[in-house]
């Protein structure tokens, strides 16, 4: 009998071997189960992030290696006039009560200060000969009837998107010259209607214009 229980627990001890070298485990103890082999999971490879593309079919115009922001003009801190390049003795006022037009003389404002936000984009804010009197904020208004955007005068407000612009410099401009957009809509000259803003598609920008510095900007109140 003893003999026999001696062979029943070698028995045992075997199988208990052969399923320890099976699941890679060792022998449990202390009431324990087979330790766990851990498994590699496998690793995803990562996904190339794809371009984001302007609402519309726009074009993206290219933009100069250099940071428009980081331009004097555009800091918020100087005062500028405009000229659309290629313009004939003629800068770009903000008439009073009107929208945004080419003269020749001393009408409306004249003087700008591009202040920068910090989602990029700026606002225009307009003042008269010098830098004087409370400013008025370039806003593109939408007339409706088929006509083109323009740009008027508004009390400044930084949340408003129709007075959010983007200033981007020329591409193959000069210094100080510049693209002017806002949503996608490009400032240019049109024969018919004067200063329009219009979605492109596919077409390049056809006018740029160059800011002149005149000086520091009036003092924020």
Not at 16 to 38: K, R
Not at 72 to 83: C, N, Y
Request: charge should be positive; proline fraction near 10%; include cysteine.
């Amino acid at each position: 009998m003893a003999f026999g229980r001696w062979l029943a627990g070698a028995g045992l001890v075997v199988l208990t071997g052969a399923a320890v070298g099976v699941y890679g485990g060792s022998p449990a103890s202390g009431g324990e189960g087979p330790a766990a082999v851990p498994v590699a999971e496998p690793q995803s490879e990562p996904v190339p992030a794809t371009g984001a593309q302007p609402p519309g079919g726009a074009r993206a115009v290219p933009v100069r290696q250099e940071a428009a922001g980081a331009e004097p003009v555009l800091s918020g801190k100087r005062r500028v006039t405009i000229v659309r390049v290629g313009a004939f003795e003629s800068g770009l006022a903000l008439l009073d009560g009107g929208r945004l037009a080419e003269v020749d003389d001393d009408r409306g404002r004249q003087v700008f200060v591009p202040t920068p936000l910090r989602s990029g984009e700026f606002l225009i804010k307009a003042y008269y000969g010098g830098g004087t009197g409370q400013p008025v904020c370039w806003q593109v208004r939408n007339p409706g009837n088929s006509r083109p955007l323009f740009v008027r005068g508004a009390a400044c407000r930084a949340d408003d998107p129709a007075q959010r612009f983007v200033i981007a410099p020329a591409p193959a401009g000069g210094p100080r010259e510049y693209l002017i957009s806002n949503r996608w809509a490009y400032l240019r000259d049109s024969a018919r209607s004067g200063l329009i803003l219009e979605e492109l598609g596919d077409a390049p920008p056809v006018s740029s214009f160059r800011f002149n510095d005149t000086g520091p900007a009036p003092r924020r109140k």
